[in-house]
């Protein structure tokens, strides 16, 4: 059983930056893909995901540029960095793991294949 625990979220004005954490439990972090997906009205897909090593990063065409997905595997925590936000990034920000112990170093965008998630966290961008 994995408890992820996100944190970071809230109101910026547009342009501005905000940085999401999420810290998970267990001691087998680095076998699990990541990810960081975002819920608005209209709108759910993963923003960014993240390889168990580091490695292999993906960012859907709306944030690139823009964000930065990373993790510190030694402090089992996954991070979403992200600058020049826009208003259409407002949304409800979920931390995900996905178990890749014998799935290579890849990343995965599909929502059914995570086998956690978080509460979720806020983000607003005023305009």
């Known amino acids: 059983q994995v408890q992820l625990v996100e944190s970071g979220g809230g109101l910026v004005q547009a342009g501005g930056s905000l940085r999401l954490s999420c810290a998970a439990s267990g001691r087998t972090f680095d076998n699990y893909a990541m990810g960081w997906y975002r819920q608005a009205e209209g709108k759910a897909e993963f923003a960014a995901a993240i390889?168990?090593?580091?490695?292999?990063?993906y960012y859907t065409d709306s944030v690139k540029g823009r964000f930065t997905i990373s993790r510190d595997n030694a402090k089992s925590t996954v991070y979403l960095q992200m600058d020049s936000l826009k208003p259409e990034d407002t949304a409800v920000y979920y931390c995900?793991?996905?178990?890749?112990?014998?799935?290579?170093?890849?990343?995965?965008?599909?929502?059914?294949?995570?086998?956690?998630w978080g509460q979720g966290t806020q983000v607003t961008v005023s305009s």
């Open positions: 995900a793991a996905k178990w890749a112990l014998s799935s290579g170093d890849e990343y995965f965008t599909g929502r059914l294949l995570y086998d956690y």
């Open positions: 390889s168990k090593s580091g490695n292999k990063t």
